[in-house]
């Protein structure tokens, strides 16, 4: 239908449309607004006397042949391009890894999905062999891309901080040789942080993400330490600490909500009272039965709270512009190609993790699943009809995403969320999708909010 090839909403005092196929973003007013709807199949005469008794018959007039213009110029009502035969990573082209440097951690957090650090095995650290290994593979099979992306993640990855050291230097080392640049990033929660690890992180992390829930009592509630005492005030000072120390340079202080906080608007402003700039609050990724799992009936708080926060939001940046909440960051001018846009986050194919043994697994959230098992550092992919299916897990394969508008923003979404969900990675997690909807209406009425 001709009426899915556009969206429209009114959020934050701003009437929005949005043209699904160009990715065009219009700030319309009322009037244009209720006209869209009887535009789609009505030519001019018809339409008049439908909005007459609202407004004026010229402004309607006016406002007709605004929208006509737009939709012959590809603004509105678009087609979409035509990538029915979509081709995706033909060279199978590695361009990022998550290293897990430790499957082991000094926290035990209620919702960790990584079952406290060492994802449903052995606790275990990666060697410094295995490491460079994980480099050179990535080296070797990134093709002409220059620039690669490193995340040391866990568990807890300072647990074993002098083979990120190492492999650092290690990086470095071969990059001339193989034309290459790479791009560090350490995941951590904190606990072990010193004033020597925040000068070595500052000094060569291109990107460091700290975690943190937000508020004392939501973090204590779940982030527990080995003692099972809370990590708040263990954690908030050396995080601080590192963020006034790191500059201009990239940062994330990362949270968590559950059905226990659902008020995770309070939570970012908690991060935004401590000085932290750049921010994102992520939902728990957790089975439906367990208590602080995301359930259905949570989704209309949930979806009201974005858009609370999102007004909230529009306040604190006119007042400090510095501040950044992830979700509500949106590129309307320098976004990926449609490709990109169709096929995602690349997990599987373009990104990999690798386990301290050295398997290789579409992404460190599946780490663990043995059917899920890529290969591994010396055999290289084996599982090639298992990474084909990633490959193909893209939006026009996704029956759920074919019509959506937000396909092109949320690019079918998480494929670990809807393997938990319906054990079917081509199965939109559908709680995940109205989230995701929600908080792209609420980043494009910021965005409208502060050009208005």
Same mark, same amino acid.
């Given at each position: 239908m001709k009426q899915d090839l556009i969206h429209k909403f009114y959020l934050n005092e701003k009437h929005m449309v949005l043209d699904v196929n160009s990715g065009s973003v219009?700030?319309?007013? %009322?009037l244009v607004y209720d006209l869209l709807d009887p535009y789609v199949g009505n030519d001019l005469e018809s339409i008049v006397p439908i909005l007459v008794n609202k407004y004026d018959e010229d402004k309607i007039r006016e406002a007709y042949e605004e929208i006509v213009y737009l939709e012959d110029n590809g603004m509105l009502f678009s087609d979409a391009d035509d990538i029915s035969n979509l081709k995706y990573n033909e060279d199978n082209i590695v361009k990022a890894m998550c290293l897990h440097v430790a499957h082991d951690c000094n926290l035990k957090c209620e919702y960790c999905f990584a079952s406290q650090g060492n994802f449903k095995g052995? /606790?275990? @650290? @990666?060697?410094? %062999?295995? $490491? !460079?290994?994980?480099?050179?593979y990535l080296a070797q099979n990134s093709g002409n891309r220059r620039n690669l992306e490193v995340d040391f993640f =866990?568990?807890?990855?300072?647990?074993?901080?002098?083979?990120?050291?190492?492999?650092?230097?290690? $990086?470095?080392?071969? %990059?001339?040789?193989?034309?290459?640049?790479?791009?560090?990033? *350490?995941?951590?929660? =904190?606990?072990?942080?010193?004033?020597?690890?925040? /000068?070595?992180?500052?000094?060569?992390?291109?990107?460091?993400?700290?975690?943190?829930?937000?508020? !004392?009592?939501?973090?204590?509630? @779940?982030?527990?330490?080995v003692n099972g005492e809370g990590s708040?005030?263990? *954690?908030?000072?050396? *995080? !601080? !600490? @590192?963020?006034?120390?790191? $500059?201009?340079?990239?940062?994330?202080?990362?949270?968590? &909500?559950?059905?226990?906080?659902?008020?995770?608007?309070?939570?970012?402003?908690?991060?935004?009272?401590? =000085?932290?700039?750049?921010?994102? *609050?992520?939902?728990?990724?957790?089975?439906?039965?367990?208590?602080?799992?995301?359930?259905?009936?949570?989704?209309g708080r949930i979806l009201k709270e974005y858009e609370d926060f999102s007004r909230e939001y529009i306040s604190?940046? /006119?007042?400090?512009?510095?501040?950044?909440? &992830?979700?509500?960051?949106?590129?309307?001018?320098?976004?990926?190609?449609?490709?990109?846009?169709?096929?995602?986050? =690349?997990?599987?194919?373009e990104y990999l993790a690798v386990t301290p043994e050295g398997e290789l697994y579409p992404?460190?959230?599946?780490? $663990?699943?043995?059917?899920?098992?890529l290969g591994t550092?010396?055999?290289?992919?084996?599982?090639? %009809?298992? /990474?084909?299916?990633?490959?193909?897990?893209?939006?026009y394969n996704k029956e759920e995403c074919r019509?959506?508008?937000?396909?092109f923003y949320c690019s079918g979404g998480c494929h670990a969320n809807a393997h938990y969900a319906h054990n079917d990675i081509m199965k939109p997690y559908e709680i995940g999708c109205e989230m995701e909807k929600k908080r792209i209406e609420c980043a494009l009425s910021v965005l409208a909010n502060a050009e208005a």
């Amino acid at each position: 239908m001709k009426q899915d090839l556009i969206h429209k909403f009114y959020l934050n005092e701003k009437h929005m449309v949005l043209d699904v196929n160009s990715g065009s973003v219009h700030m319309v007013d %009322e009037l244009v607004y209720d006209l869209l709807d009887p535009y789609v199949g009505n030519d001019l005469e018809s339409i008049v006397p439908i909005l007459v008794n609202k407004y004026d018959e010229d402004k309607i007039r006016e406002a007709y042949e605004e929208i006509v213009y737009l939709e012959d110029n590809g603004m509105l009502f678009s087609d979409a391009d035509d990538i029915s035969n979509l081709k995706y990573n033909e060279d199978n082209i590695v361009k990022a890894m998550c290293l897990h440097v430790a499957h082991d951690c000094n926290l035990k957090c209620e919702y960790c999905f990584a079952s406290q650090g060492n994802f449903k095995g052995e /606790r275990s @650290m @990666m060697s410094l %062999e295995t $490491g !460079k290994k994980a480099l050179l593979y990535l080296a070797q099979n990134s093709g002409n891309r220059r620039n690669l992306e490193v995340d040391f993640f =866990g568990g807890e990855p300072l647990m074993n901080f002098q083979t990120v050291k190492d492999l650092v230097e290690y $990086g470095r080392s071969i %990059e001339q040789e193989y034309n290459k640049h790479f791009r560090f990033t *350490i995941t951590t929660n =904190g606990v072990l942080l010193d004033d020597d690890k925040i /000068r070595y992180i500052n000094e060569n992390m291109d990107n460091v993400v700290l975690s943190l829930d937000g508020r !004392k009592s939501v973090n204590d509630a @779940m982030r527990l330490t080995v003692n099972g005492e809370g990590s708040y005030d263990v *954690i908030l000072p050396s *995080i !601080k !600490k @590192m963020v006034q120390a790191r $500059g201009d340079k990239d940062y994330y202080v990362r949270g968590t &909500f559950t059905s226990k906080n659902l008020d995770f608007g309070k939570d970012a402003i908690s991060f935004h009272d401590e =000085g932290f700039k750049k921010i994102s *609050i992520e939902p728990v990724v957790a089975p439906e039965d367990m208590d602080y799992a995301i359930r259905e009936e949570h989704l209309g708080r949930i979806l009201k709270e974005y858009e609370d926060f999102s007004r909230e939001y529009i306040s604190l940046t /006119r007042k400090d512009e510095d501040f950044m909440f &992830f979700h509500f960051m949106i590129d309307l001018n320098q976004g990926p190609c449609v490709v990109k846009r169709a096929v995602g986050c =690349g997990a599987g194919s373009e990104y990999l993790a690798v386990t301290p043994e050295g398997e290789l697994y579409p992404c460190h959230q599946f780490v $663990g699943e043995k059917e899920f098992l890529l290969g591994t550092l010396e055999t290289g992919i084996q599982n090639v %009809e298992l /990474r084909d299916r990633f490959k193909m897990a893209n939006v026009y394969n996704k029956e759920e995403c074919r019509n959506c508008w937000a396909r092109f923003y949320c690019s079918g979404g998480c494929h670990a969320n809807a393997h938990y969900a319906h054990n079917d990675i081509m199965k939109p997690y559908e709680i995940g999708c109205e989230m995701e909807k929600k908080r792209i209406e609420c980043a494009l009425s910021v965005l409208a909010n502060a050009e208005a």
